[in-house]
């Protein structure tokens, strides 16, 4: 189930389901990522809000390309170039990554104890990143808890035929998945990654029930905003 709490005053979404870490996803009230003009300092203080609230001084985040790249965080190391998933080993570093329709999934190991933040926008899902994930944290998909965020949702995503094909391609079953309404077909990205992890094995999942289209009073929309650069985050610490 999904909740709000407050950093300081600044709201962040949380799910009950991963309760070893700290994960939660931030809003419009907390932007850590932005190319729009004059935002520097805000994202800044924001970025120190969340560190202290953390109790780290190693917040990191990759620069994402839609791809279906995967790394493990590094001590030390703060760039990372075309990485669309990070993997969280070691207690010294927060990470985060950046969302502005695409699907935020946190995935959590219980045996392992690891974590890790993946951006499955179309193109990542259509590669089945999420899954993909699971597989490089070398864990049992058993083991595995799983948060799916805000997302742009069915009623709001219409799509070609050709990204419908490539996602319909990912799963063994699309019942549910796929809506067609007046000559174009609507897709749940969550749902797709909800069903991808399923059929892999997992079996605890936490489904946001927030659209960032339809919800854009508390997230940002790529699509409903004009290709806004502001984005909200997800934030994991072990």
């Not at 990143?129 to 799916?148: D, H, L, S, Y």
């Amino acid at each position: 189930m999904f909740y709000f709490e407050k950093i300081s005053d600044k709201k962040i979404l949380k799910s009950d389901l991963i309760s070893d870490i700290e994960n939660f996803f931030t809003t419009r009230e907390i932007i850590i990522k932005s190319l729009e003009p004059n935002m520097e300092k805000i994202v800044e203080k924001n970025k120190k809000l969340i560190c202290g609230y953390l109790k780290t001084d190693e917040l990191i985040g990759p620069v994402q390309t839609h791809s279906a790249n995967i790394e493990y965080a590094r001590v030390g190391k703060t760039d990372y170039y075309d990485v669309d998933a990070l993997i969280l080993n070691n207690k010294k570093q927060a990470i985060f990554l950046n969302f502005a329709d695409c699907t935020p999934v946190i995935l959590y190991d219980k045996q392992q104890r690891i974590a890790a933040i993946s951006h499955a926008g179309w193109r990542g899902t259509a590669q089945k990143i999420v899954v993909k994930t699971i597989q490089k944290m070398n864990a049992k998909p058993e083991n595995i808890q799983a948060v799916i965020g805000p997302a742009i949702s069915v009623c709001c995503y219409n799509v070609g035929i050709d990204v419908f094909e490539q996602l319909k391609s990912t799963v063994d079953n699309s019942e549910g998945l796929f809506r067609r309404q007046n000559n174009e077909i609507f897709v749940d990205l969550k749902a797709i990654n909800a069903r991808q992890l399923t059929e892999s094995g997992v079996n605890e999942i936490d489904i946001c029930p927030y659209c960032t289209c339809c919800d854009n009073d508390l997230f940002f929309s790529h699509r409903k905003e004009n290709a806004t650069t502001n984005r909200f985050s997800a934030v994991i610490r072990l």
